[in-house]
């Protein structure tokens, strides 16, 4: 009985993984073309910003944390605390379209993917903390 129980968890594990996996490809692509749309300065992304106010440095900027992400998105040690920092940069995007008055799907959906892949991933991420003695 507890072999059954131990293969059902093993698998729920590994379709858990797998999940992660497909999330995390998927925020690559996303965010390497975000990011790579920012810093070539799509026109797009400078009106975007535009609207925002806040100036086109802020377009560097986050492109830049963004390729960021997709970099340690890549890296298995990294991926959840990659994942953690495309949340925050999420969360300050769902913000802002807020209060310029341009809701995003988009990145409602990002912001939701990123927070699955943290959450999945937090051991990596805590195993990046220095031991308590």
Do not use: H
């Not at 298995?76 to 310029?100: C, D, K, Q, Y």
């Amino acid at each position: 009985m507890s072999g059954i129980r131990r293969s059902a968890v093993e698998g729920t594990g590994r379709a858990a993984d797998i999940a992660l996996r497909v999330f995390q490809a998927l925020l690559v692509l996303v965010f390497l073309a975000a990011g790579a749309a920012k810093l070539a300065g799509a026109e797009a992304m400078v009106e975007a910003f535009d609207q925002i106010g806040a100036g086109q440095w802020l377009r560097y900027f986050v492109g830049c944390l963004e390729l960021l992400g997709v970099i340690g998105l890549l890296v298995p040690r990294l991926v959840g605390l990659a994942a953690l920092g495309l949340v925050g940069l999420m969360v300050g995007a769902v913000i802002t379209n807020l209060v310029i008055d341009a809701f995003s799907l988009l990145a409602v959906i990002l912001l939701l993917l990123s927070t699955v892949v943290a959450w999945g991933r937090r051991d990596r991420t805590r195993a990046l903390l220095p031991q308590q003695q």
